[in-house]
């Protein structure tokens, strides 16, 4: 029987040849590989600096602590997200809270994050630190949030897992023209991949140092950042509680290779979404909405099942989808109602529109190497299953 995951890696011969040569080369970790991966990337969305590291969890925590994040401050992000964004914050003993969604992108809503911001002022508890997730590659609206966290003083962390490809405005994701800092996923589900890996853009230079020193311990080897003299060229100084979140050369040789074959990957993608728009528009379904100020990387494309569809449930959608071999899954189950959330307060109803979201949602495959006949039974098996 077929097996069409929902997402997957696109690894060629050219991959193959750049990994296969690291191994031989005089470094494994901490050589020029990452250097290099990192100025490509930075260049490509447009960022003046790149801090490369071994997972967008890991890239989350330390933003947040180059955020200067502290234990009792808040963090907000959005309640439809993989739970990583926002456990960074309790990462850094901070409080987090969420802000609904709009039900038409599935993002972070502006207008919810404005009242919300006005309430919390009243109350003395606005958050430090604003995490927007681009959901599916789709941007958030970045200049609406980008003036409410200059009005509240509020850092802004992008959460670009989805996003590397898409646009917003004149802009690439990942230019941080309206943010502090965007983090990025190369796990092989996203855009492009390492394997495993994350990354850090920003246009901030006190922010890239800070950020160099967590990834490796907090240890610093450049005299100018250090206590009194250098003691000579072995010396170096651990200034901040940092961690080993260090990208292997390896990971980083595969991600300059994958970065230069972007720009397919994410026009095959459009071209896909595009399909299935076409193809699945007359289904009782509501197809991705696509916002004029910028376009999806296509990480996800997702159908929900209209309100008014009662045939079958979202349940049953789900499993005869599976039973014909399609890899179908959902994004994202609200963080709000996940078990070790409860714990700290939250409870069902906290966030409706994340939550009504979530009852008919259904992410379809999508990636780079899916071929059209492979789409075509995919539309086939979606078809025959609404019927
Ligand atoms: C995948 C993902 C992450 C975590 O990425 P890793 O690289 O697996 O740590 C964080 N946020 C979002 C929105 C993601 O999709």
């Given at each position: 029987m077929k097996h069409i995951p929902y997402g997957r890696q696109d690894i060629n011969a050219d991959d193959i040849k750049a990994v296969t040569d690291i191994l031989t080369s005089d470094w494994l970790t901490q050589g020029p590989s990452v250097e290099e991966f990192e100025k490509k990337v930075a260049q490509y969305c447009g960022a003046r600096y790149a801090v490369a590291v071994n997972s967008a969890t890991s890239a989350l925590h330390i933003a947040c602590l180059a955020a200067d994040l502290q234990p009792g401050e808040w963090l907000w992000t959005s309640p439809n997200t993989f739970v990583a964004s926002a456990n960074c914050g309790l990462y850094c003993g901070a409080n987090v809270d969420f802000v609904d969604i709009d039900s038409k992108t599935y993002n972070l809503s502006a207008s919810v994050l404005e009242q919300k911001l006005h309430t919390a002022k009243a109350a003395g508890k606005l958050p430090k630190v604003i995490i927007p997730v681009h959901f599916s590659g789709q941007s958030c609206d970045m200049e609406a949030i980008a003036v409410l966290a200059r009005q509240y003083g509020c850092t802004i962390i992008e959460d670009a897992s989805h996003a590397i490809g898409g646009t917003y405005k004149a802009t690439r994701i990942g230019s941080c023209a309206y943010s502090d800092m965007t983090v990025l996923s190369f796990h092989p589900v996203k855009i492009i991949t390492t394997g495993e890996g994350g990354m850090i853009l920003t246009n901030r230079q006190d922010l890239y140092e800070k950020l160099v020193r967590l990834r490796s311990h907090g240890i610093t080897r450049n005299p100018e950042q250090m206590e009194g003299e250098s003691q000579g060229p072995w010396y170096y100084q651990q200034i901040d509680l940092g961690h080993n979140y260090r990208i292997t050369d390896i990971q980083a040789a595969l991600g300059i290779s994958q970065m230069n074959r972007i720009d397919e990957?994410?026009?095959?993608?459009?071209?896909?979404?595009?399909?299935?728009?076409?193809?699945?528009?007359?289904?009782?379904?509501?197809?991705?909405?696509?916002?004029?100020?910028?376009?999806?990387?296509?990480?996800?494309?997702?159908?929900?099942l209209n309100k008014s569809y009662k045939t079958k449930t979202r349940r049953q959608v789900f499993e005869e989808l599976r039973a014909k071999g399609l890899g179908v899954n959902v994004h994202y189950i609200p963080v709000h109602t996940q078990p070790y959330y409860k714990q700290l307060g939250f409870k069902q109803g906290d966030f409706p529109q994340a939550e009504e979201y979530y009852e008919g949602a259904i992410s379809i495959p999508m990636y780079s190497s899916l071929t059209l006949e492979e789409q075509d039974y995919v539309i086939d098996a979606i078809t025959e299953v609404l019927k």
């Open positions: 990957f994410v026009s095959k993608r459009r071209a896909l979404a595009d399909r299935y728009s076409q193809k699945l528009r007359n289904l009782p379904l509501q197809l991705p909405y696509q916002e004029e100020k910028g376009n999806s990387a296509w990480h996800l494309y997702v159908i929900k």
